[in-house]
């Protein structure tokens, strides 16, 4: 049995010329995400941003099953013509694509092609429900779909505590990992001690990224950082909250702790180092 309702949000982002002018609710309604992760439902945002779709599923005592949005989507189901990356950021759970069903510990990711006509997300138990996130965006070819348990994917360690941003880069999906038409995914662990990613910072002309933060306490405040790097703004961020980031637009942030996040990327390619760097006194 299936059980909730799914909503899906439809966001259009401004330019640059037009952020400078915002207010920071005005930033806060067209970047960021806060209403995910409600129990038993499933919830979306689609964004014209390289028409991604974000969402969240936490079934509880019934499976929950993700469902194309007519209106938004025009397809029969989520994945005629889209690829979808899922991460598990809560308990035991399961999803089952089509026929075949996969099981789902904490920080364990599974791609689904597309093609895939039923995609179901379950819990192992509803007093401990699974939590998953997914980022979706279009697919011009079909790729298999494809689990990965957490410690069979690829860690990079990067930074050092000197400079507050020592962290593990954990790659699901990539050219190197799983294998996908346009989406690249991962999960960036920050050590204690260190509170800032992605700076010195960047932008990727040639594809957009998401943020979703989470393992944020209740007393923790992150900053997120975007804009042009000549004239930044930022947003606050709390527990499971995301940043679509335009490909104009920086994207770091610093919090009074550590934290993880998860980064989905879609557009022109999947190389992860496709990146234009910014000199640090270049960022106003």
């Known amino acids: 049995m299936i059980e909730g309702d799914e909503t899906m949000e439809v966001r259009y982002t401004a330019d640059p010329q037009a952020l400078k002018r915002m207010t920071s609710e005005e930033i806060r309604k067209m970047f960021l995400v806060d209403q995910l992760f409600n129990s038993g439902s499933v919830d979306m945002v689609y964004s014209d941003v390289d028409r991604s779709i974000v969402g969240s599923a936490i079934p509880l005592n019934k499976k929950l099953k993700l469902k194309s949005s007519k209106k938004e989507m025009a397809a029969d189901y989520f994945l005629e013509r889209r690829e979808i ?12 694509a089509d026929d075949n069903e996969y099981p789902m510990a904490n920080k364990d990711a599974l791609y689904i092609g597309r093609g895939t006509k039923s995609v179901e997300f379950g819990s192992r138990k509803s007093k401990d429900p699974a939590a998953f996130y997914f980022a979706s965006f279009p697919a011009h070819k079909d790729f298999p779909t494809t689990h990965a348990a957490f410690n069979t994917v690829e860690h990079t360690p990067m930074g050092n505590a000197k400079d507050a941003n020592k962290r593990t880069i954990n790659k699901y999906i990539h050219p190197n990992g799983i294998k996908s038409c346009q989406l690249v995914m991962g999960l960036t662990e920050l050590e204690e001690g260190s509170v800032w990613n992605t700076m010195p910072v960047h932008t990727h002309q040639r594809r957009s990224e998401i943020y979703m933060y989470f393992n944020l306490s209740d007393d923790v405040v992150l900053f997120h950082l975007m804009g042009e790097p000549g004239e930044t703004r930022h ?20 919090a009074t702790q550590n934290y993880s996040f998860i980064w989905a990327m879609g557009g022109e390619n999947q190389a992860f180092d496709d990146m234009d760097w910014v000199a640090m006194k270049s960022i106003q």
């Not at 990356?85 to 089952?96: A, H, L, P």
């Open 85 to 96: 990356g899922i991460i598990n950021i809560g308990k035991e759970g399961f999803i089952k």
């Open 235 to 254: 947003i606050v961020i709390r527990n499971r909250q995301v940043v679509i980031s335009p490909s104009w637009s920086i994207h770091s942030g610093v």
